[in-house]
Structure formats: structure tokens, C-alpha cells
């Protein structure tokens, strides 16, 4: 008898003879008790021996049955490690893992995520693209992507990550040689820094009137990066509209103060897209849980320095 054929008889042999039952076996098996006795019927006359004694009470090892028995063993005990093996990496994802990031999200937010993420899944590696702009997850290759502003229609999963607003601030240094803006129109007259996406026409919302506004600030300077923005704005070049949990470090340390505290600008809606249909990956899902959670923290603590 060939291998292929022996080693399904020889993991049913080795149940047998622990329970040294046809009908204990056949339940633990899910077989019928007469499938299960068919198939050691079979491997005894493969192998020209007889492995069991049946009696009344149940079943006996041979001497030779004995023997093949602890050969068996090993083999299920081969077999379960095998099945244990594959299932490790079923669930250990691992490769490539792309995600586009607006250039904001990464410092406080994703590359925590990302840190806690390769500690629980090692074997992936993370490639972070950082945009202000959309990109098609497919067009792109991308397993995620974090996104503000309304959802285009496509067919891509998104769950929300939450709001995020901004808020005007300036260095004490500016503020000292400029003087404090006291409503709107004083801030048209100072030194705005922009970005891209905060040129024009600005929608904000003014909390002592709880109402929706619109102004136009020309701008001194500019930058596509809000890291950058915060730098230029600590470097006294102006006042900046700075996203409030990024801002909150420095209000802090009193490097950095609130321009028009009632003021802020439009809130943002961000959310968490992939392009699985069904059950996603657990290493997508469990990112989207970090970035919610180091979401909550930076927001939460930007609220209670505001």
C-alpha cells in the first residue's frame, strides 16, 4: 500500500485505539461506525497484519498494533503541528501593507498606529504615502486610505474616523510686534500663512454668533506641509489656521496662541477607506481600531487645552 493511501487509515487506526471503540472513534471521527471499520479493515489487508483484536467489550492492540500505534501518534502529532503551522500564517499577515495619509494625520496619529500595529502583526511592512490629495486605492495599489472632506462615490468600505477642526494661532513674538486681531476684518489686515487647500475663500464658523462664515485671507507665505506650517508660525512669519489637536502641544507651552479663540475653521470629516468586499483582513481592521483610538487621544486632549 502506498504512502498517500496509508495515511488517512493510520490517523483512523491511532483514534480507534485510544478509544478502543469502533463507535467512540466513529463519534470523535464524525464517521459511521461502519465507515471507520471498513477503513481498518482496509489498512489491515494493505498491510498483512492484524492490528486489532476485536472482542464484545470493544477492541485490543496486537503486539504489531502496539507498535504501529506509537508510529501513528507521531504522525498526528506531525500532522496537528502542520495544521497549526498553516493556521499561524493565516493569521500572521505579512508583506506589503499601503496607506495613504493626509499630511497631518502621520505624526500624531498614524505612525503610532503603525508602531503598535508591526509589534502585533511583525511580518507585514508598512508603506505610508503622505498626500493632501485622493487617490484610488486601486489605481494606486493601496490596501487603506485615511481621507477628509466628502466621500466620492465608489465602492470602497469607508468608516468614519471622526471631525477635525481648525483654529487660527500665532507666536507671541507676532503677536507682540502685529498686535492681537479682534475680529475678522483685523484679521484680513495681518500676515496669513496658507496652504494649498486654505487658499480663497475660507469657511469657518464663529461660535459667539454659533453661526457659518466666509472670508477671504490673503496670504503672506505658504506651505503644502502643516508640520511646516506650524514651524513657520512658532518662527513668528505670521498666523496660521492649524488643525486644534496638532496646535494643542504648543498652545501648551505657551509657544503658540489662540487667535480668535471663537473662531474655527470648517470641520473635516475624515474617514477610513480599503477596498475589501466581505471580511477584511485583520491587520486592516485592527488599524483602523489603532487610528480611531490615537484619533480620540489627540483630539480629546486638544479639546481640554481649548
Same mark, same amino acid.
Given at each position: 500500500?502506498?504512502?498517500?493511501?496509508?495515511?488517512?487509515?493510520?490517523?483512523?487506526?491511532?483514534?480507534?485505539?485510544?478509544?478502543?471503540?469502533?463507535?467512540?472513534?466513529?463519534? %470523535?471521527?464524525?464517521?459511521?461506525?461502519?465507515?471507520?471499520? &471498513?477503513?481498518?479493515?482496509?489498512?489491515?489487508?494493505?498491510?498483512?497484519?492484524?492490528?486489532?483484536?476485536?472482542?464484545?467489550?470493544?477492541?485490543?492492540?496486537?503486539?504489531?498494533?502496539?507498535?504501529?500505534?506509537?508510529?501513528?501518534?507521531?504522525?498526528?502529532?506531525?500532522?496537528?503541528? *502542520?495544521?497549526?503551522?498553516?493556521?499561524?500564517?493565516?493569521?500572521?499577515?505579512? !508583506?506589503?501593507?499601503?496607506?495613504?495619509?493626509?499630511?497631518?494625520?502621520?505624526?500624531?496619529?498614524?505612525?503610532?498606529?503603525?508602531?503598535?500595529?508591526?509589534?502585533? $502583526?511583525?511580518?507585514?511592512?508598512?508603506?505610508?504615502?503622505?498626500?493632501? %490629495?485622493?487617490? +484610488?486605492? /486601486?489605481?494606486?495599489?493601496? +490596501?487603506?486610505?485615511?481621507?477628509?472632506?466628502?466621500?466620492?462615490?465608489?465602492?470602497?468600505?469607508?468608516?468614519?474616523?471622526?471631525?477635525?477642526? +481648525?483654529?487660527?494661532?500665532?507666536?507671541?513674538?507676532?503677536?507682540?510686534?502685529?498686535?492681537?486681531?479682534?475680529?475678522?476684518? *483685523?484679521?484680513? &489686515?495681518?500676515?496669513?500663512?496658507?496652504?494649498?487647500?486654505?487658499?480663497?475663500?475660507?469657511?469657518?464658523?464663529?461660535?459667539?454668533?454659533?453661526?457659518?462664515?466666509?472670508?477671504?485671507?490673503?496670504?503672506?507665505?505658504?506651505?503644502?506641509?502643516?508640520?511646516?506650517?506650524?514651524?513657520?508660525?512658532?518662527?513668528?512669519?505670521?498666523? *496660521?489656521?492649524?488643525?486644534? $489637536?496638532?496646535?494643542?502641544?504648543?498652545?501648551?507651552?505657551?509657544?503658540?496662541?489662540?487667535?480668535?479663540? %471663537?473662531?474655527?475653521?470648517?470641520?473635516?470629516? $475624515?474617514?477610513?477607506?480599503?477596498?475589501?468586499?466581505?471580511? %477584511?483582513?485583520?491587520?486592516?481592521?485592527?488599524?483602523?481600531?489603532? /487610528?480611531?483610538?490615537? $484619533?480620540?487621544?489627540?483630539?480629546?486632549?486638544? *479639546?481640554?487645552? !481649548?
Amino acid at each position: 500500500m502506498n504512502t498517500i493511501k496509508l495515511a488517512p487509515l493510520l490517523l483512523i487506526f491511532s483514534e480507534v485505539a485510544k478509544q478502543q471503540s469502533f463507535t467512540q472513534a466513529a463519534k %470523535k471521527l464524525n464517521m459511521s461506525k461502519s465507515a471507520v471499520s &471498513q477503513q481498518i479493515k482496509r489498512l489491515e489487508e494493505g498491510l498483512e497484519l492484524q492490528l486489532l483484536a476485536r472482542n464484545t467489550r470493544g477492541v485490543k492492540l496486537t503486539p504489531i498494533g502496539e507498535t504501529l500505534l506509537a508510529r501513528s501518534e507521531l504522525l498526528t502529532e506531525q500532522l496537528a503541528n *502542520a495544521v497549526h503551522d498553516i493556521n499561524q500564517v493565516k493569521e500572521q499577515p505579512s !508583506g506589503a501593507f499601503k496607506v495613504s495619509v493626509p499630511p497631518f494625520f502621520e505624526r500624531n496619529i498614524v505612525i503610532p498606529a503603525l508602531q503598535q500595529l508591526c509589534l502585533e $502583526f511583525p511580518l507585514i511592512k508598512p508603506e505610508l504615502v503622505v498626500t493632501g %490629495k485622493w487617490q +484610488d486605492l /486601486i489605481e494606486h495599489n493601496l +490596501d487603506a486610505a485615511i481621507f477628509g472632506g466628502n466621500l466620492k462615490d465608489s465602492n470602497y468600505k469607508a468608516q468614519s474616523i471622526g471631525k477635525v477642526s +481648525d483654529v487660527f494661532c500665532a507666536s507671541p513674538n507676532y503677536i507682540q510686534k502685529a498686535g492681537m486681531p479682534e475680529n475678522l476684518a *483685523a484679521l484680513q &489686515q495681518s500676515k496669513f500663512i496658507a496652504t494649498p487647500w486654505q487658499q480663497g475663500s475660507l469657511k469657518l464658523f464663529d461660535g459667539a454668533k454659533n453661526e457659518e462664515c466666509e472670508i477671504n485671507l490673503p496670504h503672506a507665505a505658504q506651505t503644502n506641509s502643516v508640520s511646516t506650517l506650524v514651524d513657520m508660525a512658532l518662527g513668528h512669519m505670521g498666523i *496660521a489656521l492649524i488643525p486644534e $489637536f496638532i496646535a494643542h502641544k504648543e498652545l501648551s507651552r505657551g509657544h503658540l496662541l489662540r487667535v480668535l479663540p %471663537k473662531i474655527h475653521g470648517k470641520a473635516w470629516h $475624515f474617514y477610513y477607506l480599503h477596498r475589501y468586499q466581505g471580511n %477584511k483582513p485583520v491587520h486592516v481592521q485592527r488599524f483602523y481600531q489603532l /487610528i480611531r483610538h490615537y $484619533f480620540v487621544n489627540a483630539n480629546s486632549v486638544g *479639546a481640554e487645552q !481649548g
